[in-house]
């Protein structure tokens, strides 16, 4: 059975850091993409960021570019977001995403994280 377990949420202020990593169990994430995504109620989600199966792909949403780095560590089975400069409008749910393919840049994943909450307070 296939799990991916967020953590490193949390509630921080304007200008703050969290870092969250995402475990994978159940599957090797070596197979293919991982995806950030990120969801207000009432609102699409929206995928903040992926990379590729060897970290040569990796690509952001625009809102995030230069404060947010993904990064994985396929001996760990562990992704990470890193999330610097956080705004009030960065508040969500952030669910890690897994897909066993090449292809990265769709919303299509096969597996998903049960999220970790993410506030920011101005």
């Known amino acids: 059975q296939v799990q991916l377990e967020e953590s490193g949420g949390g509630s921080v202020q304007t200008g703050g850091s969290l870092r969250l990593s995402c475990l994978a169990s159940g599957y090797t994430i070596s197979r293919g993409c991982m995806s950030w995504f990120r969801q207000v109620p009432g609102k699409q989600s929206e995928r903040i960021a992926v990379i590729d199966s060897k970290s040569r792909f990796i690509d952001y949403h625009d809102s995030v570019t230069g404060r947010f780095s993904i990064s994985r560590d396929n001996a760990k089975n562990l992704v990470y977001l890193q999330m610097n400069s956080l705004k009030p409008e960065d508040t969500a749910m952030y669910y890690c995403?897994?897909?066993?393919?090449?292809?990265?840049?769709?919303?299509?994943?096969?597996?998903w994280g049960h999220g970790t909450q993410v506030t920011v307070s101005s």
């Open positions: 995403a897994a897909r066993p393919s090449e292809w990265c840049v769709t919303s299509e994943y096969n597996y």
